[in-house]
């Protein structure tokens, strides 16, 4: 059984830093593409980045400010904020599902319960 838990949300000052952990049991962690959603409340679920054995991805409002990497032997992903803005502020949810990458959630079979961002301006 698949399980993915995140941590490392809170409150943070815009122009702050936070970083994300995901970490992942039930399966060959370091074969499958993890991603990275947000949703901001009355918002849908929103891509933020994903990352798999060649590569990486993200969203065009997070690049240069978010970094994702991943620590195959602890079968944890992390996702480094930097540069936090009030329209950050939203549940993070880690996901996995194949080898590729994605932005579709439909792409994403599990999923972990999420962890809250919040960023004051």
């Known amino acids: 059984q698949v ?3 995140e941590s490392g949300g ?3 000052q815009a122009g702050g830093s936070l970083r994300l952990s995901c970490s992942a049991s039930g399966r060959t962690f370091s074969i499958y593409a993890m991603g990275w959603f947000r949703q901001a409340p009355g918002k849908e679920r929103e891509f933020v980045g994903t990352v798999n ?18 620590d195959n032997a602890k079968n944890t992903v992390y996702l480094q ?3 936090l803005k009030p329209e950050d502020t939203g549940i993070y949810y880690c996901a996995t599902g194949s080898a590729a990458r994605s932005v579709l959630t ?8 999420g962890t809250q961002v919040t960023v004051s301006s």
């Open 3 to 5: 399980q993915l838990v």
């Open 10 to 12: 809170g409150l943070v």
């Open 53 to 70: 054995w060649s590569g990486t991805d993200y969203a065009d409002s997070v690049k240069g400010r978010f970094t994702i990497s991943r």
């Open 81 to 83: 904020m930097n540069n």
């Open 106 to 113: 439909t792409a994403y079979d599990y999923w972990g319960p």
